[in-house]
């Protein structure tokens, strides 16, 4: 058995039966009864409706929006990254500039940023599309992983040899083309590692979303716990850390998997 | 777009801003202890293989590493308060949790920074070279010595680079302890757009308020870097 197995089942068994004794320790013989009041609030935190109806709240909602934010990071920090390895100064230097100021900035800060600087609704032709709360937790959370991605493309491109470079422009390739056929191809394994690191990050980081209003899942453990009033407040914790455990951890464990098989672990 | 940074002359809004400065830089500090005496401790009970406590150091590790850190300071904050710490204040008859916002914040940045901290430090006493280790055991050390004067002292000095972006995120996580009410810079400046509606103002000062911490983070443990450097060993920066 490998060792990222045995960390895995470790991890899936230890981590819940952690959580499981602390919840024993808080609450000890009330632990019954809290269990069955935060049971049927389940549904309700993983889905953001009590009886599974819809799937736009709660847990799901992370996902979701986890989801769009790294789909836009990908496209966007694919862009920055480019101009980070251009050639030319006037792209290259304002490129590095935007970088190193969003990869700098705490992700809180940008979210409360773009909660004030977007507008509520916007006209594009004539539509009026309103920016709800969930656009813009993943617009801010999208700008800080573009920072990211950028940085990690970039360095995916220069751990190919020049000799690449070298090779494919004197078949005549130009320097986009070679960047498209020739190093991002050899590049893309070793830069998937990092980039699951980062949508992990980005995942943790969505619990931050609760700021924007948006309904994740943080937004209806709060209103669960006002509800219910405080008592239950650290077994819903409880429950929600256990849900962004078993989401994250089987994607960390699979990164290391990778980075063993690429065998760019991280020093 | 016009923007107004008037309000960051009225002497009131710069005391507060000042305080909540100071709140974060301590909180920052304190967090930094925490972090480097649970990385250093967790590094030596993986690293040694001690039986049991091994085993649920690297649950702590999987724990805190695959959870969000505001949950984690919502849940400390919230179970600490549960579990009856409280004191009656004799003037007001009020019950004060023992462990305030503040320290809550602080445990939590420990513990998740904390948790970041044993595995980077545990990669940089695997870079220790073999030698060096099979030198000191031959000469006598034990197990222990080995570790506590030649992989530590090396390791650490290793694992520099990756510690720096540690420091960095944890004083950018810091702002979270605004979400349970700490007057930090964060909650502090929220506070302000509530009073004058200059939200974008605000919020682009906070901003370059916590680039330049960052930045001066990175510079300060360039230094220190540069300060311990064992002259003739390591990476030429």
């Known amino acids: ?267 | 777009m016009n923007l107004d940074f008037s309000w960051l002359a009225d002497p009131y809004y710069q005391y507060w801003l000042l305080r909540g400065l100071g709140t974060t830089i301590l909180m920052s500090v304190l967090g930094l202890v925490l972090m480097m005496v649970i990385g250093i401790a967790g590094a030596l009970i993986i690293h040694l293989r001690v039986p049991v406590l091994a085993t649920w150091t690297t649950l702590f590790v999987e724990m805190f590493r695959n959870t969000p850190p505001l949950v984690q300071l919502f849940f400390l904050y919230f179970m600490l308060s549960e579990m009856g710490l409280t004191l009656t204040d004799p003037a007001t008859g009020q019950r004060i949790p023992i462990f305030s916002g503040f320290t809550c914040a602080v445990l939590s940045l420990g513990l998740y920074n904390g948790a970041l901290a044993i595995e980077i430090i545990r990669s940089g006493l695997l870079a220790v070279p073999s030698q060096t280790v099979e030198g000191a055991r031959s000469l006598g050390y034990s197990r222990v010595q080995t570790f506590r004067y030649i992989e530590l002292p090396i390791g650490l000095r290793l694992s520099m680079p990756a510690m720096t972006n540690n420091v960095v995120s944890l004083i950018k996580t810091s702002n979270q302890a605004a979400l349970v009410a700490v007057a930090d810079i964060m909650y502090t400046a929220t506070q302000i757009m509530l009073e004058n509606f200059r939200n974008l103002e605000v919020m682009i000062f906070v901003w370059v308020v916590y680039v330049a911490l960052s930045s001066l983070a990175v510079v300060a443990m360039r230094y220190i870097d540069r300060l311990i450097r064992i002259p003739g060993y390591g990476a030429v920066a």
Not at chain 1, 160 to 182: C, D
């Open chain 1, 1 to 267: 058995m490998s060792m990222q197995m045995r960390t895995f089942i470790l991890g899936m068994i230890g981590v819940p039966a952690l959580l499981a004794l602390v919840f024993l320790t808080v609450y000890g013989e009330q632990a019954g009864a809290i269990i069955a009041r935060i049971l049927p609030r389940v549904p309700m935190l993983l889905t953001g409706s009590a009886d599974f109806s819809s799937l736009e709240g709660g847990f799901v909602a992370n996902i979701l929006i986890s989801l769009w934010s790294m789909a836009i990071a990908i496209v966007t920090g694919a862009m920055l990254g480019t101009g980070l390895i251009a050639r030319s100064a006037f792209v290259r230097l304002p490129s590095s500039l935007v970088m190193n100021l969003l990869r700098n900035s705490p992700w809180l800060v940008v979210l409360f940023a773009m909660l004030y600087l977007l507008p509520f609704e916007i006209e594009i032709f004539g539509f009026t599309v309103s920016l709800s709360p969930a656009v813009k937790a993943v617009i801010g959370l999208a700008l800080p992983v573009t920072a990211n991605i950028a940085e990690i493309f970039r360095g995916g491109v220069q751990a190919i040899p020049s000799g690449q470079w070298e090779s494919a422009s004197s078949l005549g390739y130009r320097r986009l083309q070679i960047l498209r056929h020739v190093v991002i191809p050899q590049a893309l394994p070793l830069m998937v590692p990092n980039l699951m690191t980062m949508y992990s990050m980005l995942f943790i980081g969505t619990s931050l979303v609760v700021v924007t209003g948006a309904n994740d899942v943080l937004s209806v453990a709060r209103t669960i716990i006002a509800v219910d009033g405080d008592a239950v407040a650290t077994a819903i914790y409880i429950f929600v850390l256990l849900l962004f455990f078993l989401f994250c951890f089987p994607i960390a464990i699979l990164t290391r998997r990778l980075e063993h098989r690429v065998g760019t672990s991280h020093p």
